[in-house]
């Protein structure tokens, strides 16, 4: 006995046990994490454990109705796509049918229509959050008497321009012909004249004769074309109809682009012309 107690002094530390109970997983994986918790969850008063179990059940029931709300979020957008393809395929379908029709009235209630299905789908864009501004704003509108004051302006400034080229054309006429006075005759330069405003004249007219012409061919070689684009037929498929009533703004500045470069190129080439 004196040689035990002798002995366990000697010992550096005392070796000190306690009571434990095992650990539950409660079917979790046996892993650290799991078995810290678990340890943990031992530790902890009834009252603590109610605790922390009631925040894990709040826990998992915003879980669940965060999903929930994904889910519903989702089916809406689903159906506002739909919408959005039916609004749009409908759109193009009373389009097509207001370019196939021939009343007036049916043509103007169908343009209605789609132009009512392309809000349709541009509020349901904006929903989407696809578009952020609308396509098409609202812009205050000129009033007629600017739209006339401009161009009386306009037609002022052409005619003033017209004649201040015209007396710097007859100025420089005569200094040339003042300094054709001082020098040989085979140094002389002809400034334009009579002649030439003759030349001009002769130009312009060659082109009013030539509109004409160029119609009254374009009837006989081909009528259909000619009818089309002559002003004083008026049809319900006819150049001035489906200029205002078909196309897109776009596609009208395109073609009046085109239009007037073309008849430019035509005055150009009119200067070719030779009496």
């Known amino acids: 006995m004196n040689a035990m107690s002798s002995e366990t002094e000697?010992?550096?530390?005392?070796a000190v046990t306690r009571n434990t109970k095992p650990v539950s997983l409660s079917g979790k994986p046996f892993t650290q994490p799991n078995v810290e918790a678990a340890i943990a969850d031992i530790e902890l008063t009834d009252e603590e454990r109610e605790i922390k179990k009631q925040e894990e059940e709040l826990q998992q029931k915003k879980a669940k109705i965060q999903e929930q709300k994904q889910k519903a979020e989702e089916a809406h957008k689903n159906t506002l796509m739909f919408e959005r393809e039916k609004a749009k395929t409908a759109a193009a379908d009373f389009r097509r049918q207001a370019g196939q029709m021939s009343d007036p009235e049916e043509k103007k209630t169908l343009y209605g229509w789609a132009n009512e299905a392309d809000m349709t789908v541009f509020q349901l864009e904006k929903e989407l959050g696809i578009v952020t501004e609308d396509p098409t704003p609202v812009t205050p509108k000129q009033s007629l008497l600017s739209r006339r004051v401009m161009a009386f302006v306009q037609v002022i400034a052409v005619v003033l321009a017209i004649i201040y080229f015209h007396s710097l054309f007859g100025e420089f006429g005569q200094?040339?012909?003042?300094?054709?006075?001082?020098?040989p005759v085979e140094q002389q330069t002809a400034p334009y004249n009579d002649v030439s405003f003759q030349k001009l004249f002769y130009e312009k007219m060659v082109v009013f004769i030539d509109l004409p012409i160029a119609l009254l061919i374009m009837l006989l070689v081909v009528p259909f074309i000619g009818f089309y684009v002559l002003p004083i037929v008026r049809s319900k498929k006819d150049f001035y109809t489906e200029f205002y009533e078909e196309l897109t703004p776009w596609q009208r500045a395109i073609l009046s682009t085109t239009v007037v470069l073309g008849l430019l190129l035509f005055l150009a080439l009119s200067h070719n012309v030779k009496p």
């Open 175 to 183: 200094r040339i012909m003042a300094s054709n006075k001082k020098l």
């Open 10 to 14: 000697k010992m550096p530390f005392k």
